[in-house]
């Protein structure tokens, strides 16, 4: 089945951009938790001495009652604090997806690693005293439709684990029937510095997002959404060949994409080559279109605030339109498939592997797939990352959808609520905390998603674009030896490339992020010039959202497709006026509502 | 004191009883759950939690959606194809097997056509737009060579239909075709082998011995598939659609899915499931009766 | 010309014994027209086995079409390391081990009476309807999963087993073959002596050997291809059947509903080869089946049975 997720309309509140100012907070911080380690240390030896902890009450006797906010006050000072450990062993149930990823590179390869017992499921165990156990376990993502449907089964059977992973209306229905805990007060007093500030980073949407009548009731698991920010990716060996230089407007965009079309780029005497990669979905983080609408100051699918600082939907303003009728021009000319309509990220990242398309807008990751995929077909293949551009040459906007959209609840009445927010902060700790064992738990060579075998997984949302400074800090002094943690693993993935040898070139797709001329760079860039323009909504769906929104989605998608593929350009407008009619304009009311609210 | 009667039927019960007691405790006592249909139903709240009594609120909420109309539409011309052909088909690819004389060919194909049976959607899904793709594909290049435009099969709204059906044909037919064979071999020889002393050629023969042989499996498996009228083909769409054939491809199914059912709206979707049940009860119903009227055939 | 001797193929050729010594151009006809159509039917399995034997980069670009590009067994030497994988095909195995005794002997118990006149058993038609209303309604997902759940059956092999121990369509079908079995053989052994449960063993179970090697072959595909029950019911992924632990991912890479980190983790496992490996040895055992069960389809059982 298909993986979807409902994703919330979400907009985004204004995120207030750290830069420097930000580095040297982190540094405090990490100054602050040192020390705190230390007199939590101290502590624990302390109460470790002084013989059994006192109302810390893990005896499993207690009953499945529906107790109130008990578990805020239990326990000792011990526990009690960040990275306390129970003692004894406390057992908390929650569920998960696997994905083919750790089924598959992860635990396919480390031998001696099950799910249920695993180097992050020991280290909670040994060093918080948390027993993970797992209700169940679901094949496939957090966003496929057996798993969706097997929380919802969860949920209609009465059957909550502890720890509850779900998504935004899951979460709206738990909290509005009295479910889950509230978390407010139990996040205040044991999130560890890190982890409040890692969660922070993202300003406050994410726990805006899980906020209900002002109580925060899960734990969000906060998603970048800086990680959304598209560049354009292009053959660089095809722009070689035909004697082009890197686009700087969007009609150097476009005659790059005619080139790429008309001049046989690809040296074998016929015309197959296409200038732009799109996918029927239209959208998203590999041949969409949003970076391209972006130079056209056209933002769809997201919330955007506009001078009356009233929030309006993107996809109905007129620079779509416009640029809907340049791709329209692009297919007409040959140089977009005229068949993508019927062809997904598969289909188009086959004609990607081989040699067909020379651009597409994409997110940071792409030359990891499907980029590469072209290289392992044609060792001369080369693509880099380009900033989005605009028409006048202008800096442009680079838009970004919300992306948290995990929630991490608890159930009501788990004898240990806070025990969660503990699993959050050693998993912080141990990637990016002072004892972290970066090679060991998150990225280790031979299973590079081990850190996915935790059940939570948080981290911080700028931890690329850090990395990728500090890459490159050290690459302008000429010293890389002071690299450590993700930065030093990802820098010894760049040495490999360049080494020339086998093994590297399959890591061609990070040299191509974080090496000089990297897509991360870019980010950098982006970020240092104030460009990122944020989804507004941020909330829960409203209920017309609830009722509507997939209609609206599919027939904007409908639309646009058809207009792309040749229908009059008026029929936007049509769009607009049913839009409005069928729910539309019902939903930026609720929206604005919101927004008004929540200023 | 049981009658005469009684006691000779007991075996009977006796024999249903096991089957009885399933179906009562696994598909019984979960039809109880037909009742969210009425009522705005939120997982979060437990199946057997208050939930709200919404009476026909959600019939008509997907009544009222626009393109429910085309939806609908699109499902019964898309089905009652499927239906049509998906009986016709097996029952001549049985026919013509049936006369083939060399028992390894005959085999062999037996197992061969059951084989896309086995497929997924998903992947044949993939399959298919390769091969019918207008530029590339093997099809529209056999039409070229035919000097004939080539076709959009999966992005032509014209084509769209046409291209679900055959497809789903393809894939089905080995399998339907069992079936058919089976009710054939049951057929008495003796019959053949009197029509060959008339002077009987092989086509009086199919038309006056197979197929009435065959005659109560047909009726039978077009009763059951009227049945299944509403239900076009979910995976097999879901797989082959896109945007551009919504108009002529969406299916009651694929619309209802797409709508956020799974997270958000239960209670619509049990709706639209109770409201196929009874399309098909009617339909069932109906031509029991009327076999039985017209062809003195009871179905069950 | 009877169409069920055994004749080889020369002979069918070249002379027709009904008709002459013509030739028999509607045999040739015939036997071509199938065999293209079969071999249609195979070109797309002969795709995915020649996509399981290529190499990753090769399969990505769509350059694999009937024939292996860049050989390997890389996909195949995965698979057979992963003992989810085999594990996952044992469970289905038992599955059908327990499932498919259990549908047929349910659908003969109850298929036997239904297939008696009312004047011979009162109820028939009230029980007929009772059965046959299942296939038609059902309550959804939840109220299905909630009576599993209570039963106690989640994540054991009987989850997989019992909720479909009562095929009703094959019910339905069986019973009508029932009907056709001649009524002398049952009058015949009711005069001998014999009970009904008797006669249904002794009589009828053996002539509709077809019709019941249809049913078992339709409940042993069945048990073969569910996966939704599998990922529904089962808790840990030891107990899943084969087809829920092949179930991947990403159907369609549809990448604006997909999470980021969906999309990482496509960089990493986007292996077409391997699934096509496991789709291939995932459909093996149960396609190879069919040739097995061929000789149950057997005609003159019937003949044989009155005369003698």
């Not at chain 1, 409902?6 to 911080?29: A, D, F, P, V």
């Not at chain 1, 560049?231 to 890197?246: A, H, M, N, V, Y």
């Not at chain 2, 997924?120 to 529209?140: A, F, K, M, R």
């Not at chain 2, 789903?168 to 339907?176: L, Q, S, T, V």
Request: charged share 20%; proline share 5%; net charge neutral.
């Amino acid at each position: 089945m298909k993986a979807y997720t409902i994703h919330s309309y979400i907009l985004h509140s204004y995120q207030k951009r750290m830069g420097e100012r930000e580095m040297n907070e982190k540094k405090r911080q990490k100054y602050y938790a040192k020390g705190m380690t230390v007199v939590m240390a101290a502590v624990m030896l302390l109460s470790a001495c002084s013989g059994n902890d006192g109302g810390n009450s893990t005896v499993p006797a207690k009953t499945n009652s529906s107790d109130t906010n008990e578990g805020v006050t239990v326990g000792n000072s011990g526990v009690a604090e960040p990275l306390g450990k129970y003692d004894p062993p406390i057992e908390v149930t929650t569920v998960r997806s696997l994905s083919d990823v750790v089924e598959n590179n992860v635990l396919g390869v480390l031998k001696d690693e099950t799910l249920e017992d695993n180097r992050w499921s020991r280290v909670y165990e040994e060093q918080l005293g948390i027993k993970i156990k797992y209700n169940w376990v679901v094949k496939g993502s957090d966003n496929s439709d057996q798993y969706l449907q097997k929380m919802n089964v969860t949920l209609a059977s009465g059957d909550l684990p502890d720890i509850i992973p779900v998504n935004a209306i899951q979460l709206k229905q738990l909290a509005d029937s009295d479910q889950i805990e509230d978390m407010t007060e139990l996040y205040e007093k044991y999130a560890s510095p890190l982890t409040k500030d890692i969660l922070s980073q993202e300003g406050k949407s994410p726990f805006d997002a899980a906020t209900f009548s002002g109580k925060l009731m899960a734990i969000p698991q906060v998603d970048p959404s800086i990680e959304r920010s598209m560049f354009i990716w292009i053959r660089t060996d095809w722009l070689d060949k035909l004697g082009l230089q890197p686009p700087k407007t969007i009609s150097d965009v476009l005659s790059i994409s005619k080139a790429f079309t008309e001049n046989d780029p690809d040296g074998n005497g016929q015309k197959d080559t296409y200038g732009l990669g799109m996918t029927k979905g239209l959208w998203g983080g590999a041949m969409g279109l949003e970076g391209f609408m972006a130079g056209y100051k056209a933002y769809p699918n997201i919330w955007i605030e506009n001078e009356s600082g009233q929030l309006e939907f993107g996809s109905i303003q007129p620079e779509v339109k416009k640029a809907l009728q340049v791709i329209q021009d692009m297919v007409k000319q040959g140089q977009i498939d005229k068949e993508f309509g019927t062809k997904d990220g598969g289909k188009v990242a086959e004609q990607i592997a081989s040699s067909k398309i020379g651009m597409e807008y994409g997110e940071q990751w792409n030359s990891i797939w499907p980029l590469q995929l072209s290289k392992d077909n044609n060792k001369n293949a080369s693509w880099r990352a380009f900033p989005i551009v605009s028409e006048n040459g202008e800096t442009p906007k680079v838009p970004q959808k919300f992306s948290t959209t995990k929630f991490i609840a608890v159930r009501k009445g788990a004898e240990h609520p806070e025990a969660v927010i503990k699993l959050f902060n050693m998993h912080v700790e141990k990637n990016w905390g002072e004892t972290a064992e970066f090679d060991k738990y998150y990225a280790p060579k031979e299973a590079e998603s081990v850190w996915q075998l935790s059940p939570v997984t948080p981290a911080p949302p700028k931890k690329n674009l850090e990395a990728f400074r500090q890459i490159d800090a050290a690459r302008k002094a000429g010293d890389m030896s002071t690299l450590k943690g993700e930065a030093k693993t990802i820098q010894e993935k760049i040495d490999l490339y360049n080494s020339g040898s086998e093994e590297g070139f399959a890591v061609w797709g990070w040299e191509r992020i974080y090496g000089p001329e990297g897509s991360m760079g870019i980010t950098d860039q982006y970020d240092k010039n104030n460009q990122f323009l944020l989804d507004k909504f941020v909330s829960a769906p409203t209920p017309t959202m609830v009722e509507r929104k997939s209609t609206l989605e599919k027939m904007q998608n409908e639309v646009f497709i058809k207009i792309i593929l040749g229908q009059p350009i008026e029929e936007f407008d049509k769009f607009v006026a049913d839009w409005k009619k069928l729910g539309g304009d019902q939903i930026t009311q609720e929206v604005n509502d919101w927004y008004a609210s929540n200023k | 004191m049981m009658s005469a009667r009684t006691w000779r039927e007991l075996p009977f019960h006796l024999m249903i009883i096991p089957g009885l007691l399933f179906i009562v405790v696994f598909s019984y006592i979960p039809m109880a759950g037909i009742t969210i249909a009425f009522q705005k139903f939120i997982p979060a709240k437990g199946l057997f939690g208050q939930q709200k009594w919404v009476g026909w609120d959600n019939f008509s909420y997907v009544l009222e959606l626009p393109s429910f109309g085309q939806v609908l539409w699109n499902t019964l011309y898309i089905s009652s194809f499927k239906l049509v052909l998906g009986l016709l088909v097996p029952i001549i690819f049985a026919i013509l097997l049936n006369e083939l004389k060399n028992e390894i060919i005959k085999r062999s194909i037996q197992t061969t056509i059951y084989l896309p049976y086995f497929l997924s959607w998903v992947v044949l899904g993939g399959i298919l737009i390769d091969l019918l793709s207008p530029s590339g594909g093997i099809v529209n290049s056999l039409l070229k060579s035919l000097s004939i435009e080539p076709i959009f099969f999966l992005g032509d709204n014209k084509w769209f239909p046409a291209t679900l059906i055959v497809s789903d044909i393809w894939k089905n037919f080995g399998y339907g075709t069992i079936v058919f064979l089976a009710a054939i071999t049951s057929i008495d020889p003796g019959l053949y082998e009197a029509a060959t002393i008339d002077g009987a050629n092989r086509w009086k023969k199919a038309w006056h011995i197979t197929l009435p042989g065959m005659r109560m499996i047909i009726v039978l498996l077009s009763v059951l598939s009227l049945g299944q009228l509403l239900n076009a083909g979910f995976d097999q769409v879901f797989n082959l659609y896109s945007p551009q054939v919504y108009e002529s491809g969406d299916i009651l199914d694929t619309f209802v899915y797409r709508i956020g059912l799974l997270d958000a709206q239960y209670g619509v979707a049990t709706a639209v499931g109770f409201f196929k049940s009874i399309v098909s009860l009617v339909l069932i119903s109906g031509s029991y009766f009327l076999a039985y009227r017209f062809a003195k055939y009871r179905i069950f | 010309m009877s169409g069920n001797s055994t004749k080889s193929a020369s002979s069918v050729m070249y002379r027709s014994p009904g008709t002459g010594k013509r030739f028999d151009w509607f045999a040739v006809a015939n036997a071509t027209f199938l065999i293209v159509v079969a071999i249609l039917c195979v070109l797309p399995l002969l795709h995915i086995i020649a996509l399981s034997f290529s190499s990753s980069a090769a399969a990505s670009a769509g350059y694999v079409k009937l024939w292996p590009v860049d050989f390997t067994l890389a996909s195949y030497d995965f698979t057979a390391g992963r003992e989810g994988f085999w594990r996952s095909m044992l469970i289905s195995l038992e599955r059908i081990a327990i499932g498919t005794p259990l549908n047929l002997l349910l659908t003969i118990l109850v298929a036997y009476p239904l297939s008696k006149e009312t004047q011979h058993f009162r109820f028939r038609l009230v029980y007929a309807w009772i059965f046959f209303v299942t296939m038609l309604f059902n309550g959804g997902l939840i109220p299905w999963y909630v009576t599993i759940k209570q039963l106690g059956l989640l994540d054991s092999i009987w989850a997989l087993v019992l909720p479909g121990a009562v095929p009703v369509f094959s019910i339905v079908l069986l019973l009508n073959f029932f009907r056709e079995v001649p009524k002398e053989l049952e009058e015949s052994a009711i005069i001998d002596g014999a009970g009904q449960w008797t006669t249904l063993w002794r009589i009828y179970v053996p002539i509709s050997k077809p019709a019941i090697a249809t049913l078992a072959l339709f409940s042993m595909v069945e048990h073969w291809n569910s996966w939704f029950d599998g990922l529904i019911l089962m808790g840990d992924p030891v107990h899943y059947p084969l087809q829920s632990y092949i179930q991947t991912i990403v159907i369609q890479m549809n990448f604006g509903s997909m999470s980021r980190d969906e999309l990482m983790n496509l960089a990493l496992i986007s292996d077409r080869t391997l699934k096509a490996s496991q789709i291939f040895l995932g459909s093996l055992p149960i396609i190879a089946t069919y040739p097995f069960l061929q000789k149950y389809f057997v005609k003159g059982i019937v003949l044989g049975s009155v005369k003698g």
